[in-house]
């Protein structure tokens, strides 16, 4: 079982990135995804989640900015970011969970540049 999260670099304040999470061994329509993200010397924040309904909830830090989307068809769920602040610069995980069963993705560097 694996979750792997792709599509995070440095970009600059104001710009976007696209994250992605592709599961292997694992069926993303079963679960709820979320998409967590740590900055440095900080805990663990939840960014935003994505049910098997596909309804939504998202952190008041990036609602507004943050889009969170499943594509059970390729196993994946996405994180599309835009407006882009420096406080947005962390370590970005993806995560499934379903009744007390949870799965991490190894993360993804998000930087962002002033």
């Known amino acids: 079982v694996q979750l792997q999260a792709s599509g995070g670099g440095l970009v600059q304040s104001g710009g976007s990135l696209r994250l992605s999470c592709v599961g292997s061994?694992?069926?993303?329509?079963?679960?709820?995804m979320k998409w967590y993200r740590q900055a440095p010397e900080k805990q663990r924040e939840l960014v935003a989640s994505v049910n098997i309904l596909g309804e939504t909830t998202y952190a008041d830090s990036v609602k507004g900015r943050a889009t969170i989307s499943r594509n059970n068809r390729e196993n994946t769920v996405s994180l599309q970011l835009n407006s882009l602040q420096s406080a947005d610069t962390a370590v970005y995980y993806c995560h499934a969970g379903l009744r007390g069963v949870a799965r991490w993705g190894q993360g993804t560097q998000v930087t962002v540049s002033s």
């Open positions: 061994g694992i069926l993303i329509s079963r679960y709820v």
